[in-house]
C-alpha cells in the first residue's frame, strides 16, 4: 500500500523557515515522481514543487522560485521541502503526492494527508 506521510508544518513567523517532510513507503521510491502541492483557505490545490523519477529534475511553482527547495534522501525515502523566507500567503495546509510523472493535483494518483503551515504577519 502505497503510504505518504507528510510532517514539519507548523506556526511560524514571516521571515522564517520550515522543513517539510513527506516519508513514503509501500513503493518502490525511484519509481515515481513525488511533488509538493498546497491549499489555501478558500483556493485551490495548487502545485509548489516537484522531483521527477528519470533524471531527478526538479520544478518549482515560478514565484516560489528561490525560496523554496526540493530535495531527497534516498536512503530514508523521504523528500523534503525547505522552506525560506515565508511569507502570510503562503499559509496553507501543504500536500505531498506520488505518481509516475510530475503533474498538476488533479492527476497525481497517491496524496498524503497534509501539513498546516501557518505564517503570521
Known amino acids: 500500500e502505497v503510504q505518504l506521510v507528510e510532517s514539519g508544518g507548523g506556526l511560524v513567523q514571516a521571515g522564517g523557515s520550515l522543513r517539510l517532510s513527506c516519508a513514503a513507503s509501500?513503493?518502490?521510491?525511484?519509481?515515481?515522481?513525488i511533488g509538493w502541492y498546497r491549499q489555501a483557505p478558500g483556493k485551490e490545490r495548487e502545485g509548489v514543487s516537484c522531483?521527477?523519477?528519470?533524471?531527478?529534475?526538479?520544478y518549482y511553482e515560478e514565484s516560489l522560485q528561490g525560496r523554496f527547495t526540493i530535495s531527497k534522501d534516498n536512503a530514508k525515502k523521504t523528500v523534503y521541502l525547505q522552506m525560506n523566507n515565508l511569507k502570510p500567503e503562503d499559509t496553507a495546509v501543504y500536500f505531498c503526492?506520488?505518481?509516475?510523472?510530475?503533474?498538476?493535483?488533479?492527476?497525481?494518483?497517491?496524496w498524503g494527508k497534509g501539513t498546516l503551515v501557518t505564517v503570521s504577519s
Open positions: 503526492a506520488a505518481d509516475y510523472y510530475c503533474s498538476g493535483p488533479r492527476a497525481m494518483d497517491y
Open positions: 509501500g513503493f518502490n521510491f525511484d519509481d515515481y515522481a
Open positions: 522531483l521527477s523519477r528519470s533524471d531527478g529534475s526538479t
